[in-house]
Structure formats: structure tokens, C-alpha cells
């Protein structure tokens, strides 16, 4: 007796598909509001472009024209390029030693943030003590403190420890104000490091300073850099704090002091075009250091996330 054989069933006898009404209409609306939305968020974008880089285009113009063409052709190119204005902003407003003191305080500043920053940071995030939590919100309480509440306080304690008109104060100043953001930023990114390599680094014995700084720390190259750059744009562009700290010692002003005091003595002395040689000089380190970083900048921002 031969065993029946089931047939499959024929193309007629299949059931019917179901199609959910609506489903491919859904789709096309969701597609158009995110059409919507990237083309909503591209305007944003040029909006802001055009805002951010029409005054620095139009500064750097000024500062090779002479006080009657800012005024009289304010959106005209200039007649002709007065590199004088530059050797004028450098040489008789003392620019040029303003300078050199940001050089030297963000320097400082910025190697000292990162230096205990990194080493703060790193310890909150790998090791597990009484209190670990605890500090780790001391430190990111202080990105909600607003600086001008502290200046008095902090006039008379850098005052105490003898560092008032000195660099040494705004450097260290500059450093405890860096530390909460540095801490914040680097903390959440040694997080994601792999803990299998610092195992392997215990395991053929380096100890914790030497597993910190010759393995830990190159892995958060990405992170260190996006953090550093932040850091001296912020201190460079500081002028709460070092007009406080360095008000009795010219000769040590920073270079936002420096400009603040020409564009006072502009107003008297009409010399608008060597303010905004001075304003170019400020602004255009900045531009360049974030135009070479840039691409570090945004790995360190996005590979925590990827990973």
C-alpha cells in the first residue's frame, strides 16, 4: 500500500497577504516630516553660519581701512591693505606683550587641566570606592555655578595666598574654573575604554601610575584633544577673572584686558582701526587652532558614542 504524498497547496489555495491600510502612507509621512525637518535644521545652520562669520568677516575688512572708511564705507573693501594698523595694534597698544601673557597663562592653564583633570576623571571612572559617586557630583555641580557669584570670595583668597597680580593666581584660578566641564567630558569617555586592556596591563605588571599613563591615556587621545581645544578657547576668551585678579599689574594683562582698555581709549583717541587689528589678532589664533583640530574635535565628541 503506498503511503499518501501531500502536495503543496497551489498558488490559489494560499491565503491572501494582508495589507494594513495606511502602512505605506505612514511611511511616506514619517519620510516628508524628517524631509521637513533636515531641511528646517539646514536653515537653522546658515542662519547661524552667516551670524557667527559676517562680524568676523567684517572686523577683519576693518582692520585694514583707516577711521574714516569704517564709518564713511563700513561694507566696502578696503582702499588698500594699512598692515600698519597691525605694527600700530602690536607695538604702541601693547598688544603684542598682552599676547604673550595669554600664551603663557592659557599654556599653563590648560596643561594643569588636563594633567588633573584626566587623572580625576580616570580614577572616577574605573575604580569603585566610598564617596566615588559623591565627589564625581562635586565636581559636576560646579558647571552650574555661575563664576561672577564667586569673584569677591575669590579676590580675598588669592589675596591670602599672596598670588593677587600674579599669573601664578590666574593660572590656578583658571584650572579649578576648567576642572568640573574636564572632569564631566572625560569621566563619561574613559568609561568606554575596554577594561580587558587595563587587565592585560595589571597582569604584566604596571602598576596604576604606569597603566595610567602609558596605556589608559594615549587610548583617550580622541577625548583629551576635544576637551583640551574647549578648554583654550575658554580660557582665552576669559575677562571676568583675570580683570579681577591682574587689575593693579598692566604689565600682566591678558589680551581680552588689553583690547577692553583700547576700545575704552578708542572712543577719546579715534584709533578704531587699530581696535579691530587688535580684535583680529585675538580672534584669528582661535580659528586656526579649531580649523587643525577640527577633525580630532569630532571623533573625541562621537567615539564614546560609537563605541
Known amino acids: 500500500m503506498n503511503p499518501q504524498t501531500t502536495l503543496p497547496p497551489t498558488p490559489a489555495a494560499l491565503p491572501p497577504k494582508t495589507v494594513t491600510p495606511g502602512t505605506s502612507g505612514g511611511r511616506r509621512g514619517r519620510r516628508s516630516e524628517v524631509r521637513l525637518l533636515a531641511g528646517l535644521g539646514h536653515v537653522a545652520l546658515a542662519v547661524w553660519a552667516v551670524i557667527v562669520i559676517v562680524p568676523i568677516l567684517w572686523t577683519f575688512l576693518a582692520s585694514f581701512k583707516n577711521t574714516t572708511e569704517i564709518f564713511s564705507s563700513p561694507w566696502t573693501l578696503p582702499a588698500e591693505l594699512r598692515f600698519e594698523n597691525y605694527a600700530r595694534a602690536w607695538n604702541k597698544a601693547n598688544v603684542g606683550r598682552y599676547f604673550l601673557n595669554s600664551v603663557i597663562v592659557v599654556s599653563c592653564s590648560t596643561l594643569g587641566t588636563m594633567l588633573f583633570g584626566s587623572m580625576a576623571a580616570y580614577v572616577l571612572a574605573r575604580y569603585k570606592f566610598w564617596g566615588n559617586r559623591a565627589i564625581y557630583y562635586l565636581f559636576v555641580s560646579g558647571l552650574a555655578f555661575p563664576v561672577f557669584l564667586a569673584l569677591v570670595p575669590l579676590f580675598f583668597v588669592v589675596k591670602n595666598l ?77 575677562y571676568q577673572l583675570p580683570l579681577v585678579l591682574l587689575s593693579n599689574a598692566k604689565e600682566k594683562w591678558v589680551l ?46 562621537t567615539s564614546g558614542a560609537v563605541k
Open 162 to 238: 599672596g598670588l593677587l597680580d600674579t599669573h601664578t593666581g590666574v593660572v590656578l584660578v583658571y584650572i579649578a574654573y576648567s576642572l568640573p566641564f574636564t572632569v564631566f567630558f572625560l569621566a563619561a569617555f574613559f568609561k568606554t575604554l575596554p577594561a580587558s586592556v587595563a587587565e592585560a596591563g595589571m597582569i604584566d605588571g604596571c602598576s596604576h601610575t604606569r597603566l595610567f599613563f602609558q596605556v589608559m591615556l594615549p587610548m583617550a587621545k580622541p577625548g583629551l584633544i576635544s576637551v583640551g581645544i574647549f578648554n583654550i578657547i575658554g580660557q582665552w576668551a576669559q
Open 256 to 301: 581680552t584686558q588689553g583690547i577692553a582698555d583700547i576700545s575704552v581709549n578708542a572712543g577719546y583717541e579715534a584709533d578704531w582701526s587699530g581696535l579691530f587689528a587688535a580684535l583680529t589678532i585675538a580672534i584669528l589664533p582661535m580659528i586656526v587652532v579649531y580649523a587643525v583640530f577640527q577633525r580630532q574635535i569630532q571623533s573625541g565628541l
